[in-house]
Each structure stands twice: as C-alpha cells, then as structure tokens.
C-alpha cells in the first residue's frame, strides 16, 4: 500500500519541494544562531533565498561529536520548553546521544513510520506485535507511533520476556513483526523449542532494522518464522525508524523518506559525494523536523544509493542494505573486512544456525579472527567448520580460525542490539572455553 501520494511524486515536483524546503531550513538555522549557523555563515552563506540543491555540497557537514560536544541541548533550534519528549541513543562507545522532538516531531516520525509499514503490507486492519524496547531508545515508540497514524493495532510488547512473547502472538495473532533481527531469530528459535512451526504461526511480515544484518540472515529468519523480512533504517539523529525502509516490492532497496530527509553519500575520507551505485557514507539533512534540524550529518553508516525505477512505483531514491560503518572495518593481517561480509559468508551455509560472534585476537602482533558460529543441528563439526574457512579465504581473501559450536552455546541478545565482535586484547577470553 502507497500512504501518501509525495512516494510517487514526479522527480521533478520533489526537487523543486526539497529546494525550498531546503532554503526554509537554512533560514531557520540562521535564524536560532548556534554552531550550525556559525558554520554556514563561515561558508559564505547568509540566507536560504537562492540556494539550490546543487549547492548542497559545498554547504558544511555535522557529526556525531558535534553532537556530544553541544550534549544535551546546545543544537536544539526551539526553546527547550516546546520539546514533547526526548530520545536517544547509548551509542557504541557508551557515550549517550540526547534528540529533542517537538509536538510536530513527533507526527512527522509517525507520519514516515507509518509510510514505512505501509509499505511492508501492514494496513488499518493490522495487529502489529512490537518487540522493540521502549524507552529512550527510538524503536520501540517510533513503531508505535506509526502503527498509530496507520491506525493498526500495536502490542506494544517491547523487548525481552521471549515466553510471553510466544504466548501472546499465539493468543493475538498479529500479522506483523518489528524487532531487531537477532530478536526474530530468537523469537524463532523460541517457537522451534515449543514445537511450533512457521506454517503455524499468524504472522506475515518481519519489519527488522536498529543493527547491521544480510541476506543470509534474512533467508534464516524468514524460514524460521514463515515470513517476509524487510529492512528498515534510522538513527536517532535524523529521527529514529523511518528514515528509510524496504517494501514488498522494492527488490531489496530501501526507499528513503527523501521529502523529509535528504540523503547524499559523501567518500568517507574527503567528504566529496561519490556517484550512485557506489560505496559512500550517508549523509542527512532533515528538512521539516522543527526541535533538532541538522544539515549534513555524517551518519558514518555505509551504503550505495539508487535512482533506477522500482518496481513497487515509488519514486524516491533508495539505498542498500548498510554494508558497514566507517568505524567498523576489521583489518586483520593487512586484509580489509566488514564485519557484514563475513556474516554473509558465514550464514549462508545451510549446516549452521543464525548465531555468530567474531573475536578479533589482537594479544599478539599476528591478529587472529577467531569466527565462532553454531551448528544447525547434530552431526560432526569438524568438517563444517573446514568448510567455512574455506569459504571465508576464497571469497575474502582472509584466512580465519573458525570454531563451530553446539547449538546454544553462543550468547543471545533479548534486549538492546546484538553484540557481533568482542576484541581480545588481553586476559580472559570474551567467549568461555575459547583458546
Ligand atoms: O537504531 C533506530 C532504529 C530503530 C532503526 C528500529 C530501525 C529500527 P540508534 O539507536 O540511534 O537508532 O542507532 C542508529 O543503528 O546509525 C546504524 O549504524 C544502525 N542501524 C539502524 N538501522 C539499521 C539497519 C536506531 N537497518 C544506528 N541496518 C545507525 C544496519 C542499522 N544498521
């Protein structure tokens, strides 16, 4: 289902939209003076009149340490007293991230997230089992307010308490799923353990984002569950879920809100856009969001962009999957690897389960990366394992220690994001019984 017409609106008519929209902000962070207005008028800009989208990229660029720099509220564009609520994000490095959303906010946030789950096939008459956390954490209230403005009905379960879980979409029968990936595939794993089967269970679509996942994940879930597992992406910067989503019919894509969030991929190490279909970093400017508006933000998640037509009829530009972040490349004996590439690798072998973790050696000058994957039932490891490492070699050049486990033996997440790489710098071992 296409909610709103600005989906399938002719290029051109979006354009000219995002131009003033464009030259709107502008003025607006002129106007609430601070860092962001600081740096335009050092780039030779005064106002928004004139200013085309061509000239985006000579306009300057804000990160995640501008962020931490002005924590809490020194970016916020309105008096502190017209917030309706904050959010944020624990972040990485542990370092916490506070967004402030004005009334308005918060219903262009359930505006797109309902454009997001419409487009994964949920409608008015949909009861959507929401397993994201709620709390400052953007998922669990971002699905629920668009699971409002679509005029679903929303469980608001959030995550954790994997039995009740269980229960309640075998009592509820809800049609659609969001949640981490990793949290589907422990919801699957639960209804496996009960004895239920996919072709058993109500549901139709998954609607997965908050953490890298592949393909390879994809078929997992989708075979344990017996549904349609679409991406979706955000970050709480720019808003939360909903800046981008996959739909049924988007051959993989994900169409981003571009009315609302401009997107550009800039070279991570120049900031110069590089052209469509290639690698670069995505890069947001909100154009309506009123309490935080942020021109430029360097989002550090790496994708490609997209312009060809799609077959769903949307004509907004669409980006891949996230392939990694610019932080988060491995480098293990001068070979370059994204975590993701490897769980692609790794997941697409049909003897072993949805679960991996990747231990990153670095006690000695040789850096091992130890891949610790499950098996996907009995049998002798041995060979599996074998198998894998062969795999990883031919296809990413890196020659790996791969350990496959029992099943079970890996630790899940219920809650929060799925932890993929511990670093072994010293001491104990992250992972018990490794050696
Ligand atoms: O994770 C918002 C969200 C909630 C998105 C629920 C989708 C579903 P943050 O906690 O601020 O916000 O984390 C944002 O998570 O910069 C990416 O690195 C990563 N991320 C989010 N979605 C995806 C995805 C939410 N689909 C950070 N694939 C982002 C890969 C993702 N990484």
Request: net charge negative; hydrophobic share 40%.
């Amino acid at each position: 289902m296409i909610l709103d017409p600005a989906e399938t609106m002719s290029v051109d008519a979006r354009t000219a939209l995002q131009q003033r929209r464009l030259r709107k902000l502008v003025d607006r962070l002129l106007a609430a003076g601070g860092l962001q207005a600081e740096r335009l008028r050092a780039a030779g800009v005064d106002a928004g009149a004139g200013l085309t989208l061509a000239d985006l990229p000579r306009l300057p660029t804000l990160g995640k340490d501008d962020l931490w720099r002005h924590y809490p509220f020194g970016l916020l564009a309105v008096d502190r007293t017209e917030l309706a609520a904050v959010h944020g994000s624990s972040g990485t490095s542990g370092r916490p991230t506070i967004v402030g959303y004005t009334e308005a906010d918060l219903r262009l946030w359930g505006h797109v997230m309902a454009r997001s789950l419409a487009g994964a096939g949920a409608t008015p008459r949909s009861t959507i089992h929401n397993a994201y956390g709620y709390g400052l954490f953007t998922g669990g209230l971002g699905v629920h307010h668009g699971a409002r403005t679509l005029g679903a009905t929303v469980v608001p379960v959030s995550a954790g308490m994997t039995q009740r879980q269980v229960r309640l979409i075998t009592d509820l029968a809800p049609d659609v799923l969001t949640c981490t990936p990793s949290y589907a595939v422990y919801l699957g794993e639960a209804f496996a353990a009960a004895g239920v089967g996919p072709d058993e269970i109500s549901l139709r679509v998954g609607v997965h984002g908050a953490e890298p996942w592949t393909d390879a994940m994809r078929d997992k879930i989708e075979a344990l569950l017996g549904i349609r597992a679409l991406d979706i992406y955000g970050l709480s910067e720019i808003i939360g879920p909903g800046v981008a989503c996959e739909t049924l019919d988007s051959a993989g894509w994900l169409h981003v809100q571009e009315d609302h969030f401009h997107v550009e991929a800039l070279d991570p190490a120049t900031g110069d856009p590089v052209p469509d279909g290639e690698i670069g970093e995505l890069t947001f400017t909100t154009y309506t969001k009123q309490a935080l508006p942020l021109l430029r933000y360097r989002t550090g998640d790496l994708a490609r962009l997209d312009r060809t037509p799609s077959p769903d009829g949307r004509t907004t530009v669409k980006m891949s999957r996230i392939v990694g972040r610019r932080d988060d490349m491995l480098v293990v004996r001068g070979v370059n690897v994204y975590p993701s590439e490897i769980e692609a690798v790794v997941l697409a072998d049909p003897a072993v389960a949805p679960q991996y973790l990747l231990v990153l050696d670095t006690r000695t000058a040789q850096t091992r990366l130890v891949v610790c994957a499950e098996a996907a039932g009995a049998g002798d490891p041995a060979p599996v394992a074998d198998r894998l490492a062969g795999t990883l070699y031919e296809r990413l050049g890196l020659r790996c220690d791969v350990r496959v486990l029992a099943p079970g033996a890996l630790p899940r997440t219920e809650v929060g994001k799925a932890v993929r790489l511990r670093r072994w710098e010293t001491g104990e071992a992250p992972l018990p019984g490794l050696d």
